[in-house]
């Protein structure tokens, strides 16, 4: 997705959040925020599409999340759309994790929590990755894990991107251990700790409609 396609679609996000104030929105917040966290090669990016057409919430993965936090005009744009309250909420609820965590944020994780914050306070979203389900307040969410057997992850990759099974294995194990360390530095705690979530899902027992199904039950 290039620079431009992220940038218009932040910026059909971000407008729609100005015209549908928080505290408007929030009567119609029956569901929490969904934050998935997958293995890589897993499908999970499909479960979280599929999950959000489903439930009609908005999705937001890496790209987007990632252009928003390197963006200062529109981290500042996002920011604005919340009311003085949800502000106050979302930044005592960050002053807290970072003092019961022992946190030493960086500016990206900084920005990264204001933007996943925000998107929280607005609710009715899917988050992919980032550590979403580290950050938001525990009411706020519900945290889901896709996972897969290595060798099936390895194969969906090869398949889906069209490479070689090695090209595939090293993709998977570099990832994972990309992801792992970035959860690891960030938040000090294990990304595959089942205790870290609602609910465990092994998409190579499930399919992806089973998958979404289970995620759709549950929340509601």
């Known amino acids: 997705m290039t620079s431009k396609t992220l940038e218009r679609i932040i910026d059909d996000q971000v407008r729609k959040w ?49 252009q928003m936090v390197l963006s200062a005009q529109m981290s500042t744009r996002l920011i604005e759309t919340l009311d003085e309250r949800a ?32 998107i929280g306070k607005h609710g009715r979203a899917v988050i992919v990755g980032r550590g979403a389900n580290f950050i938001l307040p525990p009411n706020d969410k519900l945290r889901i894990r896709i996972v897969a057997p290595f060798e099936t992850r390895v194969f969906n990759v090869a398949r889906d991107f069209g490479v070689t099974v090695s090209e595939a294995r090293r993709w ?49």
């Open 87 to 118: 502000l106050s909420v979302m930044q005592d609820w960050i002053s807290t994790l970072i003092f019961e965590k022992h946190l030493w944020p960086d500016q990206y994780l900084r920005h990264l929590m204001k933007i996943i914050g925000a």
């Open 18 to 66: 100005e015209m549908e104030r928080a505290q408007e929105r929030a009567k119609k917040n029956a569901l929490p925020v969904i934050t998935i966290c997958r293995e890589p090669g897993s499908r999970g990016t499909l479960v979280a599409k599929g999950i959000a057409e489903r439930l009609g919430l908005d999705l937001f993965d890496r790209e987007i999340i990632d």
């Open 172 to 220: 998977v194990l570099r990832t994972e251990s990309n992801r792992r360390s970035f959860i690891h530095t960030y938040f000090h705690t294990n990304i595959a700790d089942p205790l870290n979530y609602d609910l465990v899902l092994n998409t190579g027992k499930l399919g992806i409609e089973e998958a979404v199904n289970a995620v759709v039950d549950t929340a509601c």
